[in-house]
């Protein structure tokens, strides 16, 4: 299974973007997904999850201004980003982590997202 991120781009400061996250195809056994993120210079660090079950969790900087969301049909994760702020600038990595048939990790390739004026 391979994961295929889109969505990013240039946007200016206040704008918005819709990451997506495409599952080429089902995952099993999932614990939970969501995005990372990498500046330049900077460690890579958790934005959004969402679990199995449905629970979300958001880095503080983030919250209220993004939301994470699944379609199970389309075996797709995305993430709505509002009120983007110059330091959302970053590659966005969206992952998803299972337990069956083992503990494994599922990354996609990464989206660029700069928000400048």
Not at 2 to 18: F, Y
Not at 19 to 46: H, T, V
Not at 77 to 86: E, I, R, T
């Amino acid at each position: 299974v391979q994961l295929q991120a889109s969505g990013g781009g240039l946007v200016q400061p206040g704008g918005s973007l819709r990451l997506s996250c495409a599952a080429s195809g089902r995952i099993f056994g999932i614990n939970d997904m969501g995005w990372y993120r990498q500046a330049p210079g900077k460690e890579r660090e958790l934005v959004a999850s969402i679990t199995n079950g449905g629970s979300t969790n958001y880095a503080d900087s983030v919250k209220g201004r993004f939301t994470i969301s699944r379609d199970n049909v389309k075996n797709t994760l995305y993430l709505q980003m509002n009120s983007l702020k110059p330091e959302d600038t970053a590659v966005y990595y969206c992952y998803v982590r299972s337990n069956y048939p083992t503990r494994s990790t599922y990354w996609g390739q990464g989206t660029q997202v700069t928000v400048s004026s």
